[in-house]
């Protein structure tokens, strides 16, 4: 049985992510998260909870043993020292599958209008920090996927295509179910989109910046 662990489990994607594979999968779950009473675990025989900080190297190298893929939604202005810190637990523990949630624009490929808009929102640390955190995440020895998303929306559809690094972004948005299913299906075939940075958006919804803005 496949082992995950789940860093930033009780974030909005990682609860999308979680329902899919509990209900299209047979995989172990270990969710690993701050303040772990906020978590509701859906069922007690398929998911387990570790408290942590995924800076905490000790709690995080413990957490690792006997896991074969680590799904990575974490969010902050301290991305890169985490992803420094996942590095290193999960070369110490051997463990090679990651999946690490980005976002849009961190090589600057958003293309237009949209793509300067997409700046003059997320400059002044956030494309930065994450576009050194991926860089970290690149130059392991990991058996990585980092997905870059559009911009966010809580729509109830699972409708996404991929671009590769490289090539333009396309779309101004996805859902976070969407995202949540790609992780989920990524999981269930983890040989697939090894060493890949996938920008993933909603078809058709190209515009100078997103709908609702
Ligand atoms: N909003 C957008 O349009 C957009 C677009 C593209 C990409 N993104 C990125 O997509 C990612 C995931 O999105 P989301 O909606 O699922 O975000 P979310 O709900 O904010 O989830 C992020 C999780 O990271 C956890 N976290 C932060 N620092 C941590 C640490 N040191 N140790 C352990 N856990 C930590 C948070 O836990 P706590 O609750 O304990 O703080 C939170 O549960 C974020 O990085 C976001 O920036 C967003």
């Not at 998260?33 to 995080?60: C, F, M, W, Y």
């Not at 490929?109 to 300067?116: A, S, T």
């Not at 997409?118 to 970290?136: E, F, I, P, R, W």
């Not at 998303?149 to 490289?166: C, F, I, R, S």
Request: proline share 3%; net charge neutral.
């Amino acid at each position: 049985m496949t082992n995950v662990l789940v860093l930033g489990a009780a974030g909005h994607i990682a609860t999308f992510a979680r329902k899919d594979l509990l209900a299209n999968s047979d995989v172990h779950i270990i969710d690993y998260l701050r303040r772990a009473h906020r978590l509701k675990v859906a069922d007690s025989n398929r998911e387990s909870v570790i408290e942590g900080d995924s800076t905490d190297q000790p709690t995080l190298v413990r957490a690792l043993k006997n896991v074969d893929v680590v799904y990575a939604n974490l969010a902050g202005s301290n991305i890169e020292q985490q992803a420094r810190s996942i590095v290193s637990a999960m070369n110490q523990q051997q463990v090679k599958r990651l999946i690490w949630i980005s976002t849009l624009g961190i090589y600057d490929e958003v293309p237009g209008e949209f793509g300067k808009w997409n700046h003059s929102m997320l400059d002044g640390g956030y494309l930065q920090t994450y576009g050194v955190a991926a860089k970290v995440i690149e130059s392991s020895n990991l058996d990585y996927t980092i997905i870059r998303p559009a911009w966010l929306t809580n729509k109830d559809e699972v409708d996404y295509e991929l671009t590769q690094k490289g090539e333009p972004f396309k779309g101004t948005e996805v859902s976070r179910k969407s995202i949540g299913v790609l992780v989920s299906r990524l999981i269930q075939d983890p040989s697939t989109h090894i060493k890949e940075s996938l920008g993933v958006n909603k078809p058709n919804t190209d515009g100078d910046k997103p709908a609702w803005y």
